[in-house]
């Protein structure tokens, strides 16, 4: 996501999964050599590579979101007219300027420390959703076993913040 600064907030998954996807080359080279001191070393490497192949499974669901949520805000602002202009024009004046209609992200955040609870963050939320995750959001953390009861608070040490992008 692209805050209305202009700054990229996520971590860079392309990468992230392209790590993994060479750990994954080299874990099963290792496996096709066959070359273990124990049975023992041969099941953690079957085990790392399972949980390796998982997570990349995970992590490629979560880059095509990804990819989806730019691949939209790029349309739009190519809509408007010039890429570099309809890119400054979001930055300064936030997604209003965009001829689509904004999703939102809505996060939970304890009013004392500022922090998000963890756990907490909704994307692609449309604007008619946005006071229903919000009233669930305060709803689960006041929820028995929530995080309120789990440090000894109430739900009015915490706020719900909602950006447009």
């Known amino acids: 996501m692209i805050d209305n600064l202009g700054f990229h907030t996520d971590n860079d998954l ?3 999964l392209a790590t993994i996807n060479c750990e ?9 050599i066959g070359n273990f001191h124990s049975w023992e070393a041969r099941y953690n490497t079957e085990s790392q590579l399972a949980n390796l192949q998982g997570r990349a499974h995970q992590l490629t669901a979560e880059v095509a979101e990804a990819d989806a949520e730019t691949d939209r805000l790029l349309a739009a602002i190519r809509l408007v ?21 904004p999703l939102h ?17 909704h994307r692609r939320v449309p604007a008619d959703q946005v006071a229903a ?16 009861r789990l440090w000894g608070r109430t739900v009015r040490s915490y706020r719900t913040q909602v950006t447009a992008y």
């Open 14 to 16: 392309h990468a992230e």
């Open 24 to 32: 994954i080359t080299a874990l099963t080279g290792r496996l096709d």
């Open 81 to 101: 007219g010039d890429a570099e202009l309809g890119f400054i024009a979001y930055v300064i004046y936030g997604p209003t300027v965009l001829p689509v209609p």
């Open 105 to 121: 992200e809505v996060r939970l955040i304890e009013r004392g420390g500022g922090y998000t609870v963890p756990g907490t963050v």
């Open 133 to 148: 995750v919000e009233r669930e959001l305060l709803t689960a953390v006041a929820a028995p076993g929530g995080h309120a």
